[in-house]
């Protein structure tokens, strides 16, 4: 089972999720979307009501692209461990999560450098290590706020996704691109929840009207179940432009009307650090979050 009071480690991981598969064979299945250069596989798990044949509306989840943001795989796992408990959430909807996007990254982070943030890739330059994997997606790959150094945390790789892992998620997204309603990634820290553009801050996304609606309905329900303020808006403005990232690609290949990127907790005081005792809090904000959107994906349809 999944624990809250500690990090998990990525085998904890794989061994929960296979340990769902196995025995809710009708509502939780696993695939391997790919394998890292350090051999460990790409997980991707969907929840759903399989008794009922129908094609359901798909809210696609993302989590660990980062190695140091150890709340948003924990995040991610935490959905997963609700799901299996609400029927009323999967019955017409499909989850599609990926937990832990970098796992090379993630167990990096947990046995040798804590703010390690990039996979753990080559470079042209051998002394440094890495690709920022929420700068290697293809739609304005290496613009504004991405960098072609690849000694910088924000580098966006040799070419768009030239990474195993941008690459998992796209095939992924692709799979179920017709039926993506919703996408939510999960990031560490700050406490925003922000939508499309973050390339640029210079249009609009089409949809901002319901994005920032949505968003602030996200953050009023986040505040009045666990206390905790999250600031809603367009990525570009909110935090900073950054090309390459996974939100835009996602936008602009699915046309998707509810597309998010979720800075969980804390507010700085322990930034990307968070204290395990305050885990259980921080996933809480998350499951808050997506149940607002289900809702609303489930009143769309
Ligand atoms: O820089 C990022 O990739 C994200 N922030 S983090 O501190 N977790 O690294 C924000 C990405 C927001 N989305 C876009 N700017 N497209
Ligand atoms: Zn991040």
């Not at 920032?212 to 900073?240: C, F, H, N, S």
């Amino acid at each position: 089972s999944s624990t809250y009071d500690r990090y998990m480690t990525f085998k904890e991981m794989e061994n929960h999720i296979d340990a769902l598969s196995t025995h809710l064979p009708n509502k939780v299945k696993h695939k391997v979307k790919g394998k890292t250069l350090e051999g460990h596989d790409i997980h991707l798990v969907t929840v759903s009501d399989y008794t009922i044949d129908e094609d359901k509306s798909v809210i696609f989840v993302e989590g660990g692209i980062h190695a140091r943001e150890w709340i948003s795989p924990a995040a991610a796992m935490n959905l997963i461990d609700h799901l299996v408990e609400s029927p009323a959430l999967t019955k017409h909807i499909e989850w599609h999560i990926m937990p832990v996007v970098n796992p090379d990254g993630y167990v990096y982070s947990k046995s040798w450098d804590r703010l390690w943030r990039k996979n753990r890739s080559g470079t042209w330059f051998f002394f440094c290590t890495g690709v920022d994997l929420n700068r290697n997606f293809g739609f304005h790959w290496a613009g504004d706020g991405a960098s072609t150094n690849p000694c910088k945390q924000n580098y966006a790789g040799e070419s768009q996704f030239s990474e195993k892992e941008s690459k998992a998620v796209r095939d992924a997204v692709l799979e179920v691109k017709d039926r993506i309603e919703a996408y939510v990634t999960f990031h560490s820290y700050g406490q925003y929840i922000m939508y499309p553009w973050g390339h640029t801050v210079k249009t609009q996304h089409e949809n901002h009207e319901s994005l920032d609606k949505v968003g602030q309905a996200m953050a009023k329900a986040i505040l009045t179940a666990e206390g905790k303020r999250y600031k809603v808006g367009p990525a570009g403005k909110v935090l900073y432009v950054a090309s390459g990232a996974s939100d835009d690609w996602v936008a602009n290949v699915t046309g998707a009307p509810y597309i998010y990127t979720i800075e969980l907790r804390d507010d700085g005081s322990y930034g990307f650090i968070l204290p395990e005792t305050k885990i259980q809090a921080g996933v809480n904000d998350a499951w808050v979050a997506m149940q607002v959107i289900a809702k609303e994906v489930m009143d769309q349809s």
